[in-house]
């Protein structure tokens, strides 16, 4: 009896360990891909080909002259997490043109040492569904790091930065992008989007 009571004890400690594990954070850049967040994926990618005609958008950068930017999504480049409000996906965007957005020092730290990492933003596209109402919300999130944080990182930050968790020592801005009928209009007001 002490010996069916010991194995059922074990394999409901383990069933508690691997759910509180799913609770965290999931991420593709391993092969150890989690089935749930493989399901994230295949929700987001079906929800972008709903409202997307076309697998690629334009990005309208409206300030200085109104220049557009087709962007598609790397499906294969992604990580999803979520936290007790939202599971949230992140696709990586590929651009026909690159966007760089920098603030003054990071241009100027730029022009001046011709470093193409302080060029260094990360635009993607963010699929959010609320865990309890099942409301699903899209956009476009670029993070522009400021030159001392791009430095602090090693000029390597994305993993520390998502839409459901911010480094602490990040400085720069977050700039979420709303999608309309396929196109994208980024007017330069940022906009909190939780």
Do not use: Q
Request: proline share 3%; with cysteine; aromatic share 12%.
């Amino acid at each position: 009896m002490k010996k069916k009571i010991s194995i059922l004890l074990f394999f409901l400690v383990l069933v508690f360990i691997v759910h509180s594990c799913t609770d965290d954070f999931y991420d593709n850049s391993g092969s150890n891909e989690s089935l749930e967040s493989k399901i994230m994926l295949t929700e987001a990618k079906a929800w972008y080909e709903r409202i997307n005609k076309s697998p690629v958008s334009v990005l309208k950068i409206t300030p200085g002259g109104g220049t557009d930017c087709p962007v598609k999504p790397d499906w294969k480049h992604f990580f999803a997490s979520k936290d007790k409000e939202y599971e949230v996906v992140e696709i990586e965007l590929l651009t026909k043109h690159r966007l760089s957005i920098m603030d003054e020092v990071t241009g100027e730290k730029y022009r001046t040492t011709k470093n193409s990492r302080y060029k260094k933003s990360s635009l993607r596209l963010v699929y959010r569904r609320n865990r309890e109402t099942g409301e699903v919300f899209g956009f476009y999130m670029n993070i522009v790091p400021e030159a001392k944080y791009l430095e602090s990182t090693g000029f390597n930050y994305t993993k520390k930065m998502n839409y459901l968790e911010r480094d602490t020592t990040f400085c720069g801005r977050v700039m979420c992008i709303t999608m309309r009928k396929g196109v994208l209009s980024m007017d330069g007001v940022i906009r909190k989007v939780r």
